[in-house]
């Protein structure tokens, strides 16, 4: 059974980090690109970031670019997600998954999801 379990997440102030971890009972993790999206109550789920298999290629979306940052470490089959100068717009359920191909920043392209860890920052 493949299980992805996000932590991490918390209150923050604005203009805090916080640090993601996604822990992967895949496999062979190492051939899944990881992403991670993220759902406010009322809107649609967005993406966020995603990685390729070995971490060499990334992907941001336009509204974090420059401010957080994806990385997996095979090894102990977990991909992180750290959240510098968090705003309020961050606010939202972030959720772990995994793809058997490359990285893509469509939800509806993954395989597997995580239940989600919510993330909330205050003004």
């Not at 062979?28 to 993220?38: C, L, N, P, V």
């Not at 967005?46 to 420059?66: C, L, P």
Request: net charge positive; aromatic share 12%; charged share 15%.
């Amino acid at each position: 059974q493949v299980q992805l379990v996000e932590s991490g997440g918390g209150l923050v102030q604005a203009g805090g980090s916080l640090r993601l971890s996604c822990a992967a009972s895949l496999r062979t993790f190492s051939s899944y690109a990881m992403g991670w999206f993220r759902q406010a109550p009322g809107k649609e789920r967005e993406f966020v970031a995603g990685i390729n298999w070995t971490g060499g290629t990334t992907y941001y979306s336009d509204s974090v670019k420059g401010r957080f940052t994806i990385s997996r470490d095979n090894a102990k089959n977990t991909v992180y997600l750290q959240m510098n100068s968090l705003k309020p717009e961050d606010t939202a359920v972030y959720y772990c998954a995994a793809r058997a191909l490359r990285a893509t920043m469509v939800a509806t392209d993954y395989d597997y999801w995580g239940q989600g860890t919510q993330v909330t920052v205050s003004s």
